[in-house]
């Protein structure tokens, strides 16, 4: 099992304590100091100077929040991440294991250890309106009191902290793009009208880059560039440093005489919308989900706090960008499908580990038409390291891939025409009984799900137990949410429509066009892991009846990549469970098939053949 070496973050942790404390830095002593994962943009992935959390803790993940007291300091994280953090923190750290039942919130465990008065500092740039809000009112009815602390204390003790990303932004054409960024801009005023705003503050940087079909690599795996914008009812403010914007972007943004986008440097929104009273007659719509530092320079009363449009505007892809995640998935399962009949000819030779099978995997995706990048950083797994849901391998972790254990890799890659990410568990000698019970039940959640019709504005979290009643059946779960949505060459995970036990007050229903993941797993701690991950599309179904005029939907798997026969337990399946293998089997073989045969990929078609074959039960 991977052994992380934890970092000592001892003289860390007596720098933070010393700057809570001084009233040179802060206006009065601190009791608590909060470190949220995200940026000033709420991201998921972070570019290195952002990585805060991360310095003051050791912890890796991309999800976790820390919290550091005068004689304490504690991270929450969720089941993701629970046996990375247990080896990753060092011995000044609890850990906190969200989703566990008796775990307190970070607001009830201060409450506990904090006396009535204390003050808790948060830099307020990092945190979201809607993750303010209910923690002050919990420390509030506890005696204490959340403080914006402008100045970052975490950057006050990071004495080699990298410096901002300074990438080119480049744009996505309209034969990816599918709609111009002025179609765009005019389908976001017409909601604007609809909530009586005269101004529209996106902060998100997924949103932006979808929003002018610009893109960029400020972070890594994802072709974004930390920027925000305002969009007016007659103006559009870009605000991005401009040493970022090319002639090609700036003709691309400057080109309609109509709808011209202003570009001023990045440093300068929080001025802007300081001084927006002044002169925008309407209400400023700025989501919850942006950073209560930039949210609360607007009065709350002149405030539209929902979510911005743009997110389900993104989700909901068009026709070119469907076509365009069609294509790539073809791309990636060619080279997938090269990769597995590699691994089943090299793993028996006994000289392969996870890092060499990353870079194996990374290396036949470059060789695709429009590769960017990777998607995410690729989690090839072995053995006990499967069991880490998020597992990473490095120099320190790496072991061997063999013929003895089962073989998780979740990868994915950036391409110009769309966005992909696809688990599948493998076995390369004799798969334990065990073993192929636990991945035939999560393969009958996951052809649960994938062969659910709903009404068309179903919510995720009302068909997430479809994916795991296989596995409750015989006392087995998994701790993470089943599915999400994903960009179009943008971020790999995307919502605002998600597949979880958990709800989001922001959560919206499936629609038709919508990219989703189905994504069932099990974890055995110590022991293997399994997952079988698909991006689908919603599609509509010819229903015999329509309730109250309803459409209705279902999911159309993108991804074709064979799921190792060797690892079905067929004496589990249905009859309807071996005709949907059999049907999904033979669509990979029709449609990468022939491309495997166009691309003189013998060997990866020989594979492909053999692991398609129909299931006779």
């Known amino acids: 099992m991977a052994t992380y070496t934890p970092k000592n973050t001892t003289a860390i942790l007596q720098k933070l304590r010393f700057f809570m404390r001084s009233t040179e830095v802060?206006?009065?002593?601190?009791?608590?100091?909060?470190?949220?994962?995200?940026?000033?943009?709420?991201?998921?992935?972070?570019?290195?100077?952002?990585?805060?959390?991360?310095?003051?803790?050791?912890?890796?993940?991309?999800?976790?929040?820390?919290v550091v007291t005068e004689h304490y300091a504690a991270l929450w994280t969720d089941g993701?991440?629970?046996?990375?953090?247990?080896?990753?923190?060092?011995?000044?750290?609890?850990?906190?294991?969200?989703?566990?039942?008796?775990?307190?919130?970070?607001?009830e465990w201060l409450a506990n250890i904090l006396p009535e008065g204390a003050k808790v500092g948060v830099d307020p740039f990092l945190l979201s309106v809607e993750a303010w809000t209910p923690l002050a009112n919990q420390l509030s009815n506890s005696g204490q009191e959340l403080v914006p602390v402008k100045q970052n204390l975490v950057d006050l003790v990071w004495v080699d902290r990298p410096l901002p990303p300074l990438s080119k932004v480049f744009i996505q054409d309209l034969k990816y793009a599918g709609k111009t960024w002025q179609e765009k801009i005019h389908d976001v005023r017409q909601k604007m009208e609809g909530k009586e705003a005269a101004l529209l503050v996106v902060t998100a940087l997924?949103?932006?880059?979808?929003?002018?079909?610009?893109?960029?690599?400020?972070?890594?795996?994802?072709?974004?560039?930390?920027?925000?914008?305002?969009?007016?009812?007659d103006h559009v403010t870009l605000y991005v440093d401009s040493a970022k914007v090319t002639p090609e972007v700036h003709e691309h943004l400057t080109v309609d005489e109509h709808t011209r986008v202003t570009v001023h440097d990045y440093s300068e929104i929080s001025d802007h919308i300081s001084k927006l009273q002044s002169h925008v007659a309407g209400k400023v719509w700025i989501a919850d989900q942006s950073s209560y530092g930039l949210a609360h320079l607007v009065p709350r009363k002149h405030r539209v706090t929902d979510p911005t449009p743009i997110p389900l505007m993104k989700a909901l892809k068009n026709s070119v960008e469907i076509e365009g995640m069609r294509n790539c998935h073809i791309k990636d399962a060619v080279a997938l499908c090269e990769l597995f009949a590699w691994l089943e000819d090299e793993v028996p030779k006994g000289e392969l580990t996870e890092l060499k099978v990353a870079d194996k995997a990374e290396q036949l995706r470059r060789?695709?038409?429009?590769?960017?990048?990777?998607?995410?950083?690729?989690?090839?797994?072995?053995?006990?390291?499967?069991?880490?849901?998020?597992?990473?391998?490095?120099?320190?972790?790496?072991?061997?891939?063999?013929?003895?254990?089962?073989?998780?890799?979740?990868?994915?890659?950036?391409?110009?025409?769309?966005?992909?990410?696809?688990?599948?568990?493998?076995?390369?000698?004799?798969?334990?009984?065990i073993e192929k019970e636990c991945h035939t039940r999560v393969l009958q959640g996951h052809i649960a799900l994938d062969s659910l019709v709903l009404p068309a504005g179903?919510?995720?979290?009302?068909?997430?137990?479809?994916?795991?009643?296989?596995?409750?059946?015989?006392?087995?779960?998994?701790?993470?949410?089943?599915?999400?949505?994903?960009?179009?060459?943008l971020n790999v995970h995307e919502?605002?429509?998600?597949?979880?036990?958990?709800?989001?007050?922001?959560?919206?229903?499936?629609?038709?066009?919508?990219?989703v993941t189905i994504e069932p797993g099990y974890y055995e701690d110590g022991l293997f892991?399994?997952?079988?991950?698909?991006?689908?599309?919603?599609?509509?179904?010819?229903?015999?009846?329509?309730?109250?005029?309803?459409?209705?939907?279902?999911?159309?798997?993108l991804t074709l990549v064979p799921i190792q026969q060797k690892m079905i337990d067929t004496s589990l399946l249905t009859g309807n469970e071996v005709s949907w293998l059999n049907r999904y089997h033979a669509k990979c073989r029709n449609i990468i098939g022939p491309v495997l045969q166009q691309q003189d990929k013998t060997r990866a078609h020989a594979w492909l053949l053999k692991e398609t074959q129909p299931i006779v039960k």
Not at 538 to 549: E, I, P, Q
């Open 367 to 433: 060789q695709q038409k429009d590769f960017v990048s990777l998607s995410f950083a690729t989690i090839s797994s072995s053995g006990p390291n499967g069991a880490i849901i998020h597992y990473q391998p490095s120099e320190v972790t790496d072991r061997p891939v063999s013929v003895d254990e089962l073989f998780l890799l979740d990868s994915g890659a950036q391409y110009r025409d769309g966005t992909t990410d696809v688990t599948r568990t493998m076995h390369f000698g004799e798969p334990p009984q």
């Open 80 to 107: 993701r991440y629970h046996m990375q953090a247990e080896q990753q923190l060092d011995e000044n750290w609890t850990l906190m294991r969200e989703g566990l039942s008796a775990i307190p919130t970070q607001a």
């Open 495 to 515: 919502g605002p429509h998600y597949v979880s036990f958990r709800t989001r007050p922001t959560e919206v229903g499936l629609e038709q066009d919508m990219m």
């Open 26 to 66: 802060v206006k009065s002593p601190l009791q608590a100091y909060i470190v949220p994962s995200g940026d000033a943009h709420q991201s998921e992935y972070l570019a290195p100077c952002d990585c805060r959390r991360q310095h003051v803790s050791g912890f890796t993940g991309s999800a976790g929040t820390a």
């Open 458 to 489: 179903t919510k995720g979290h009302v068909i997430d137990c479809n994916a795991r009643k296989a596995l409750w059946e015989v006392g087995l779960d998994y701790l993470h949410g089943t599915g999400h949505g994903v960009g179009s060459f």
């Open 206 to 233: 997924d949103e932006i880059a979808w929003l002018f079909n610009l893109r960029g690599s400020d972070i890594v795996y994802n072709p974004v560039f930390m920027a925000y914008a305002l969009i007016g009812t």
């Open 529 to 557: 892991g399994c997952r079988v991950e698909n991006v689908c599309v919603m599609v509509k179904v010819d229903t015999k009846h329509r309730f109250k005029g309803k459409d209705f939907l279902t999911f159309e798997a």
